[in-house]
T-cell receptor, first 112, second 115 residues
Framework: DAKTTQPTSMDCAEGRAANLPCNHS???????VYWYRQIHSQGPQYIIH???NNETNEMASLIITEDRKSSTLILPHATLRDTAVYYCIVRAYTGANSKLTFGKGITLSVRP | SAVISQKPSRDICQRGTSLTIQCQVDSQVTMMFWYRQQPGQSLTLIATANQGSEATYESGFVIDKFPISRPNLTFSTLTVSNMSPEDSSIYLC????????????FGAGSRLTVL
């Protein structure tokens, strides 16, 4: 069963912020939220992950709600090269739930 | 992060033949994984390649069809045996680095077309 729910697709204008939502209402206390993306014809690329605090790195910001049932990946200034499929994944650090299981993801199209 | 090289990057094969895909990592890693991505689909985990022991396969994947070798901490192979057109997919190798960050790095994939 899917542990995360994402919209099928969205688009945004180049230079604007892209806010990608993800629902994970059944997340367990030891599960982290991970985001990966897959640009066409490439392998997936790690973006960011978090447990309950908001996280930021050079690629993106991750906002996790206080109840941890949903999160938002923010690309602050989207470029055409950010066009990709973005996967939101919940994953434990160890144990049976530590495998990286991909859902369908959300296709982000950045328009000029 | 680790750099992964996969060979071949793409191939076209005949039905009934077998193909071995190689995955070379530029650093020693404990955990290596093989994924399959069928056309237009997401990634599906095939197996975890364990160094020094048999691979651990996910439901729906068997060793006779997808034998895996892991002779050392930097190398693994995946063989797709007795291929049919349904095996046409991208096969991806990934590693979880031992730094403790629990982040997977992926190779570019091997695109396999079976005629």
């Amino acid at each position: 069963d899917a542990k995360t729910t994402q919209p099928t697709s969205m688009d945004c204008a180049e230079g604007r912020a892209a806010n990608l939502p993800c629902n994970h209402s059944t997340i367990s206390g030891n599960e982290y939220v991970y985001w990966y993306r897959q640009i066409h014809s490439q392998g997936p690329q790690y973006i960011i992950h978090g447990l309950k605090n908001n996280e930021t790195n050079e690629m993106a910001s991750l906002i996790i709600t206080e109840d941890r049932k949903s999160s938002t990946l923010i690309l602050p200034h989207a470029t055409l090269r950010d066009t990709a499929v973005y996967y939101c994944i919940v994953r434990a650090y160890t144990g049976a739930n530590s495998k990286l299981t991909f859902g369908k993801g959300i296709t982000l199209s950045v328009r000029p | 992060s680790a750099v992964i090289s996969q060979k071949p990057s793409r191939d076209i094969c005949q039905r009934g033949t077998s193909l071995t895909i190689q995955c070379q990592v530029d650093s020693q890693v404990t955990m290596m994984f093989w994924y399959r991505q069928q056309p237009g689909q997401s990634l599906t985990l095939i197996a975890t390649a364990n160094q020094g022991s048999e691979a651990t396969y996910e439901s729906g994947f068997v060793i006779d069809k997808f034998p895996i070798s892991r002779p050392n901490l930097t190398f693994s192979t995946l063989t797709v045996s007795n291929m049919s057109p349904e095996d046409s997919s991208i096969y991806l190798c990934s590693v979880e680095e031992d730094s403790g960050a629990n982040v997977l790095t992926f190779g570019a994939g091997s695109r396999l077309t079976v005629l």
